[in-house]
């Protein structure tokens, strides 16, 4: 397949603010301090943006951001829809503009005050629930890790996996925030009985398989390959980044058409990308693995192509995803343990994968790989140096 | 339809055009499902097109009301106050005999819950507009 985005394109800069559970100040604050962040280490300004990209979860409008930051060359500007799944569909369309030559520079960011604020884990409690989840909750599935336990239980089924295996995810996790300090859970140990000892809430995850609830935001610069090379920052060229509808699909709940163990939308999502990237999951050095809750790590490993369908529970087990595994995942703590600004923040650290700044830094990285949430229409990107 | 809600009582599902035949009939105690009239395919949830064949002739069937547990949650803590005083309490995915998959509730122990455990639709007659799905075991 030939893509015409191959290696055009490179993110330039990355923002971040502190990841917290209070950050004292307005989602448009933290929004606009990573934003100027990202731009400033490129050596870029305001003025040098005209394009912008934010989720359809996100909490500051773009207006806001163009109001605060003075921005008055916007040309282009675009929402990319289904929440965790946006990530790298953001980056994917920020390429777009820029490689089709209506843009020259595209922001694309995202803040939350997930945490303090509005928390995705905790119940609206409408009247009413529209759409799959009124097929849902009136059985007592209202939140995220409600519906995907379903998924997960019937992992446990089909390969016979147990806790033990999943333990693997989150202590991974949890010993590379160790390394980091700007992981929100970089002082807190994680230990495999504390695993297993910790109350089951839906059953069968754990606290431990839960993401975080973060505040904080992360911004990126996206520019054509040839201008990032002109500026201040180390360019992460942007190798392939897709997107994955799947079919069938809900939010994570998709119960409704085919396997409860596979992603559709990973499926999607992989088949574009090695063919669009022309490598294989051989190639990948480095990945960061969209991880809400735990077995959807498992499904995305198998639905990208790293394990067989069915094996993932052994191949977390067999010492594959750590810092000195076959494929070392989630380096920075990933969503369980560094911040959950949904999935945004795994773009940052595939891009310091490239640059050499980790702090569990891979040798001699060349593509690292980035995927957005399973269970939702999502996305992926492999970056390269 | 309107209703009045019962402050913070069960959940409710909203309905549309497409959905609200489904649960009217839930509401006699019947289940149906969503078939399409070209190529036969039992379809939920309800939609306007069948994504098999792209018929939009479609109509409702009564379901044999039976099938097999697929899935299942078993909720510790509960967010919702409704739910709050049953805990812990089991939710299933069954798989039913035409294909489709359905999320209820189920009479049946928490531990008795197993792949395959063969079940049969009843109803649980919430108030005067919704009856929501109850399987129980079949011995």
């Known amino acids: 397949m030939n893509d015409q985005l191959k290696r055009k394109t490179a993110i330039a800069g990355i923002g971040t603010t502190e990841y917290s559970f209070n950050s004292g100040r307005s989602e448009q604050r933290l929004a606009i301090e990573a934003i100027n962040q990202a731009l400033q280490e490129a050596g870029l300004t305001p003025d040098d943006v005209d394009g912008l990209v934010n989720s359809d979860y996100e909490a500051t409008n773009q207006v806001d951001v163009v109001n605060a930051m003075g921005m008055q060359n916007i040309a282009s500007f675009a929402t990319i829809p289904h929440g965790g799944g946006s990530p790298c569909g953001a980056i994917a369309h920020a390429a777009m503009m820029v490689a089709s030559g209506q843009c020259k520079c595209v922001v694309a960011y995202r803040s939350m005050n997930e945490r303090s604020g509005h928390r995705y884990g905790s119940p609206e409690i409408p009247a009413r629930y529209d759409w799959v989840y009124g097929l849902h909750a009136p059985y007592g599935l209202i939140v995220p890790a409600e519906w995907v336990a379903m998924h997960g239980r019937r992992r446990m089924i089909e390969f016979g996996e147990t806790r033990e295996q999943w333990a693997q995810v989150p202590l991974t996790c949890r010993a590379n925030a160790n390394n980091n300090p700007a992981a929100l859970l970089h002082e807190k140990k994680l230990t495999l009985e504390d695993y297993l000892n910790a109350p089951i809430l839906a059953d069968p995850l754990c606290r431990y398989d839960y993401c975080l609830e973060t505040d904080g935001a992360v911004a990126l610069v996206i520019t054509s390959a040839e201008k990032a090379e002109s500026l201040a920052s180390t360019p992460a060229y942007i190798h392939a980044a897709v997107q994955g509808m799947g079919h069938q699909i809900w939010y994570q709940s998709n119960y409704y058409g085919g396997s409860l163990t596979t992603g559709s939308e990973n499926v999607a999502a992989a088949k574009q990308l090695w063919a669009k990237s022309g490598l294989t999951p051989r190639n990948i050095d480095v990945a960061q693995i969209y991880d809400h809750f735990t077995p959807a790590v498992l499904t995305s490993l198998e639905d990208y192509g790293f394990c067989e369908k069915g094996d993932a529970g052994g191949f977390v087990s067999d010492g594959n995803i750590g810092p000195d595994g076959e494929l070392p995942i989630n380096t920075a703590g990933g969503l369980q343990a560094e911040g959950y600004i949904h999935g945004w923040n795994l773009i940052l650290e595939a891009v310091r994968q490239i640059r050499g700044t980790s702090s569990n830094q891979v040798r001699d990285v060349e593509f690292s790989l980035v995927t957005s949430c399973c269970g939702a229409p999502t996305s992926a990107a492999i970056l390269s140096r | ?139």
């Open chain 2, 1 to 139: 339809m309107s209703y009045e809600i019962p402050e913070l009582g069960r959940p409710l599902p909203k309905l549309n055009a497409d959905t609200e035949p489904w649960w009217a009939a839930l509401k006699r105690h019947q289940l149906l499902v969503q078939t399409c009239s070209d190529c036969e395919m039992a379809i939920h949830p309800p939609r306007p097109m069948c994504p098999n064949c792209r018929s939009m002739e479609l109509s409702w069937s009564p379901s044999s009301g039976k099938g097999s547990v697929y899935s299942w949650v078993i909720i510790n803590r509960a967010f919702h106050p409704y739910f709050m005083e049953k805990i812990p309490f089991a939710v299933v995915l069954v798989e039913m005999e035409d294909g489709t998959r359905l999320v209820g509730s189920i009479d049946c122990e928490n531990d008795q819950l197993e792949d395959g455990l063969p079940v049969e639709v009843t109803f649980d007659d919430v108030d005067d507009d919704f009856s929501m799905l109850l399987f129980r075991v079949v011995r």
